[in-house]
């Protein structure tokens, strides 16, 4: 069974501050790692993806994550916070590999970002 | 380039009520989904599926039917509103190879008093 956990359900950074949301998962098989973000009043975002190729990856609105077998982790960063990215943010986990299914996504509970001025 | 269009956007049942959530996507999608949304929960998978005329059980299907009768609609319907099926309910579809993004619409917002 493959499960995801997001440390700190609110996370608060001033402008300009190093963005950090941690995310950890199990998955007995390869996983597919995403992030999605959420605005207010609006459906989910893909903000980037891991599939198995390069271990770091970067995504949209200069934010990246890098996929850590070792710790079971895939770590969300940005350099620089802006007021815009005042969000949640959902980590979510599906098989990997050849056969790996879409349906099988498993979201984590979600970190609301606040950007303080 | 509508993608994922869920109606309606809001609606308000009283217990025991009934109602359909239309789910309609053009990006010819293979897979299509029903969350719900509800605070500190994350996102809880109700139905899915696979294909047209064909659907499955997710994590939390009670109290829930859906339909798929042609590839880009996906139908989630409530026979009997119950109060605790207060909540967002998103439809999502995809690609079905492992991998593929999920795309959302923006959500419904259901309340059953």
């Known amino acids: 069974a493959q499960s995801v956990t997001q440390l700190g359900s609110h996370v608060s950074v001033s402008e300009g501050a190093l963005v950090l949301l941690r995310c950890n998962y199990s998955s007995s098989v390869p996983p597919y790692l995403f992030w999605y973000v959420q605005y207010p009043n609006q459906g989910l975002q893909l903000l980037l993806k891991?599939?198995?190729?390069?271990?770091l990856v970067k995504g949209i609105n200069g934010f990246e994550a890098e996929f850590k077998k070792s710790e079971t982790s895939f770590h969300l960063t940005k350099p620089s916070a802006h007021m815009s990215d005042a969000a949640e943010y959902f980590c979510a986990v599906s098989e990997g590999g050849s056969g790996g299914s879409n349906y099988k996504l498993t979201f984590g509970k979600g970190t609301l970002l606040t950007v303080n001025p | 380039n509508a993608g994922v269009t869920q109606t309606p956007k809001f609606r308000v049942l009283k217990t025991g009520q009934s109602m359909t959530l239309l789910c309609a996507q053009d990006?010819?999608?293979?897979?299509m989904y029903w969350y719900r949304q509800d605070p500190g929960m994350g996102l809880r998978l109700i139905h899915y599926?696979?294909?047209?005329?064909?659907?499955a059980k997710g994590e939390v299907p009670d109290g829930y039917n859906v339909s798929r009768l042609k590839k880009q609609n996906f139908l989630l319907g409530l026979e009997s509103a119950a109060p605790s099926q207060t909540s967002v309910y998103f439809c999502?579809?995809?690609?079905?190879?492992?991998?593929?993004?999920?795309?959302f619409g923006n959500g419904t917002r259901l309340t059953v008093t």
């Open positions: 891991y599939t198995s190729a390069a271990t």
């Open positions: 990006m010819n999608h293979e897979y």
């Open positions: 599926s696979v294909g047209e005329g064909t659907t």
């Open positions: 999502a579809s995809s690609y079905s190879r492992g991998g593929r993004p999920l795309h």
